[in-house]
């Protein structure tokens, strides 16, 4: 595998300082006043998704009975990550990265407050709902690239795993406990409501990465065009071959993911459905999955140490196919919550290994386009999933979604044979030589 030059010099700056690097540090010291805001932030932001990505599906429902229609909210949220990943890390490596945040959280706030508006005016539809998804998505696509590419411009790279783990446990209860079955009480309560509450989340994020002092833009020695930015970004990944073949192991398992997320609804909701869930009912469901996450972030230090790494992402592995594929084997509630939950411990595990992991042995000057190039494979696969999901439930019936994918998602754990912790100790070792 190939490493690549890191262009950096022996001189440290102060934290969100341009061309900052963070010296390596021993021992559990303070994550700082400019991680807790960053932390503050995420976790209102998230908190806005969590709901976003609920309440649209549902408010879906209401317009269309079709699987294919339902599935197309979630194919327009994750489109862009196939559409403008690339371009988001090119950004990311050019803009302050904190000023890209907050554009993105206020285009989410206005998408939503005009979905809100066209509500209260009864002028929506599934068509309106399919922009603004949209939107929201590469807003989504600009925000996250940049939110995984500042950390280590925040806090020393020795803390990355701590301060992952933070922020994993805070995005994940905001966005998938929290959030889940709050979309599903404002839903109930008002469609309007459950739009317009994320958009005034997004407003308190914004305001809160203001406070984020410091400047989070990369130092460039030379200009360069987008396309040989993002070029050199790609080259990166394509020739580190552990980076590479865990942004494949993800792909799988988040289209696969995504193919179950997107007509789940269809088979839990409802007195007619398979599991008989009202809205409220589903959103605790899911967020049976978030507890576990977030369990697991504030755990996953724990469980390395344990098992290693490479034997804890195989085991991360396994319980992903098992979490995809047990609606096929039960309709019970809490069956699928246990499952859910046990799975979501191991999940979390995964990201806070790998993402730290990346953010390790990745030049700082080329974070953000490793990241969307990382992001492209992982999640540009999640539309096709969504989509590949509504037609195989339209052809075969929801639950040979389950099965189907389960199956294939299984087949990750072929990636183990080359993601070794030998691999993962050589591929730290190269970065650090070339400090």
Do not use: C
């Not at 301060?163 to 995005?171: F, I, P, S, T, W």
């Not at 299984?410 to 183990?416: A, D, H, K, Q, R």
């Amino acid at each position: 595998m190939a490493i690549g030059d890191l262009s950096r010099t022996d001189q440290r700056t102060t934290p969100g300082s341009p061309g900052h690097v963070a010296a390596p540090r021993r021992g559990a010291e303070p994550l700082g006043t400019s991680f807790w805001r960053l932390w503050s932030a995420s976790a209102a932001s998230n908190l806005a998704d969590g709901i976003a990505k609920l309440a649209l599906p549902l408010i879906a429902v209401s317009f269309t009975d079709s699987p294919v229609l339902v599935a197309g909210v979630a194919m327009a949220f994750s489109l862009p990550w196939l559409l403008v990943a690339l371009l988001a890390g090119a950004l990311a490596d050019r803009l302050d990265r904190r000023r890209v945040m907050v554009a993105a959280n206020t285009v989410r706030a206005v998408l939503f407050g005009a979905m809100a508006l066209a509500t209260a005016l009864d002028a929506a539809s599934i068509w309106l709902l399919y922009a603004v998804a949209f939107g929201a998505g590469v807003a989504e696509t600009l925000y996250d690239t940049s939110a995984q590419s500042i950390l280590p411009q925040v806090v020393s790279r020795d803390a990355l795993s701590r301060a992952n783990g933070r922020l994993n446990a805070v995005e994940l209860t905001a966005n998938q406990f929290v959030g889940p079955p709050l979309a599903g009480f404002l839903v109930s309560a008002g469609v309007a409501l459950a739009v317009a509450g994320p958009a005034g989340l997004w407003v308190v994020a914004a305001a809160v990465l203001l406070l984020l002092r410091g400047r989070f833009r990369v130092a460039r020695d030379t200009p360069t065009s987008l396309r040989t930015d993002i070029g050199e970004g790609l080259r990166f990944l394509w020739r580190h071959q552990l980076l590479r073949t865990l942004a494949v192991m993800v792909g799988i398992s988040n289209f696969t993911m995504s193919a179950v997320l997107a007509v789940l609804v269809l088979y839990a909701v409802g007195p007619d459905s398979a599991m008989g869930l009202t809205e409220p009912g589903y959103g605790l469901l899911l967020a049976t999955l978030a507890v576990g996450i977030v369990l697991g972030s504030l755990v996953a230090g724990a469980i390395e140490r344990r098992l290693g790494r490479s034997a804890a992402l195989g085991v991360a592995m396994v319980a992903a196919a098992v979490l995809v594929g047990v609606p096929a084997l039960s309709t019970n509630p809490f069956v699928v919550g246990a499952v859910y939950f046990g799975g979501g411990i191991l999940v979390a595990t995964w990201n806070v290994i790998t993402i730290s992991l990346r953010q390790r042995i990745t030049p700082d000057r080329l974070l953000g386009r490793v990241n969307s190039g990382y992001r492209l494979l992982a999640w540009g696969g999640m539309p096709l999933g969504a989509l590949t999901g509504g037609l195989l439930a339209e052809w075969l019936g929801l639950r040979a979604v389950f099965a189907v994918m389960g199956v294939l998602a299984f087949s990750m754990v072929i990636g183990l044979f080359w993601v070794t912790d030998s691999a993962i100790d050589a591929a730290e070792r190269d970065a650090e030589q070339q400090v």
